[in-house]
Antibody, heavy 123, light 106 residues
Framework: QVQLQQSGPGLLKPSQTLSLTCAIY??????????WSWIRQSPSRGLEWLGR?????????DYAVSVKSRIIINPDTSKNQFSLQLNSVTPEDTAVYYC?????????????WGQGTLVTVSS | DIQMTQSPSSLSASVGDRVTITCRAS??????LNWYQQKPGKAPKLLIY???SLQSGVPSRFSGSGSGTDFTLTISSLQPEDFATYYC????????FGGGTKVEIK
C-alpha cells in the first residue's frame, strides 16, 4: 500500500517562497511506472495540476504553464521524497496543496494522494 | 490545454436513485478520462480510469462510459456514502480536471 505524507508550513506572506515536501512509503520516487505530481485546489481555480517529476533513465519535469516561471519540483532519492517550491507567492496562491502519484501503467491516473496542506498567503 | 466541462454542477438525489454525470472534452481524448470522488476535507479518490475501468476496491454500482469527447459516470443505486463531489480528469495531455459535480441529498 502506497502512502504519501506531506509536510511544510501553512502560512506565508506575499513574495515569500512556498516549500512543501511529500514523503513516499510503499513505492520509490525513481520508479519507471509513475510520476510524482503536485496539485492544488481552491474555490476560484478548482483542482489545478501544477507539475510533476519522473525518472525514465534520467529525471524529467513537466510544469503547468500558469506557474512555469515560479515552480521547481525536485526528487530526493536519498530520502525517497519529492518537493515543491513555488516562488513569489500572492494571495491567489492560497489553496490546499496535494501531492499525488500518477500511475503510468494502463492509462495514466492519480491513484494515491497525500493528506493535503492548506497554504494561506496573507500579509 | 484540453479543457473539461462537467454537467450538472450540482444535483439533488435520493438514496436508491440512478445518477448520471456528464463530462465533455474540448477535443478528442480517446479514452484518457478518469473519475474521482471527493468528500469534504479529504483528498480526491480514484473511481474510474481510462473511461470505464473500475479502480480496485470501488463498488460495482459505479460505472463509466464514453470515448472521444463525451463521457458519463453512472451510479446505479445511490448510497448514503456516495454524497460527495465528483470530478473528471483528462490524461491525454497536461492533466486537467473538470469543475466538479456536487451530489446532494434530496
Amino acid at each position: 500500500q502506497v502512502q504519501l505524507q506531506q509536510s511544510g508550513p501553512g502560512l506565508l506572506k506575499p513574495s515569500q517562497t512556498l516549500s512543501l515536501t511529500c514523503a513516499i512509503y510503499g513505492d520509490n520516487v525513481s520508479t519507471n511506472s509513475a510520476a510524482w505530481s503536485w496539485i492544488r485546489q481552491s474555490p476560484s481555480r478548482g483542482l489545478e495540476w501544477l507539475g510533476r517529476t519522473y525518472y525514465r533513465s534520467k529525471w524529467y519535469n513537466d510544469y503547468a504553464v500558469s506557474v512555469k516561471s515560479r515552480i521547481i519540483i525536485n526528487p530526493d532519492t536519498s530520502k525517497n521524497q519529492f518537493s515543491l517550491q513555488l516562488n513569489s507567492v500572492t494571495p491567489e496562491d492560497t489553496a490546499v496543496y496535494y501531492c499525488a502519484r500518477e500511475s503510468w501503467t494502463i492509462g495514466t491516473f492519480f491513484d494515491y494522494w497525500g493528506q493535503g496542506t492548506l497554504v494561506t498567503v496573507s500579509s | 490545454d484540453i479543457q473539461m466541462t462537467q454537467s450538472p454542477s450540482s444535483l439533488s438525489a435520493s438514496v436508491g436513485d440512478r445518477v448520471t454525470i456528464t463530462c465533455r472534452a474540448s477535443q478528442s481524448i480517446t479514452t484518457y478520462l478518469n473519475w474521482y470522488q471527493q468528500k469534504p476535507g479529504k483528498a480526491p479518490k480514484l473511481l474510474i480510469y481510462t473511461a470505464s475501468s473500475l479502480q480496485s476496491g470501488v463498488p460495482s454500482r459505479f460505472s463509466g462510459s464514453g470515448s472521444g469527447t463525451d463521457f458519463t459516470l453512472t451510479i446505479s443505486s445511490l448510497q448514503p456514502e456516495d454524497f460527495a463531489t465528483y470530478y473528471c480528469q483528462q490524461s491525454y495531455s497536461t492533466p486537467y480536471f473538470g469543475g466538479g459535480t456536487k451530489v446532494e441529498i434530496k
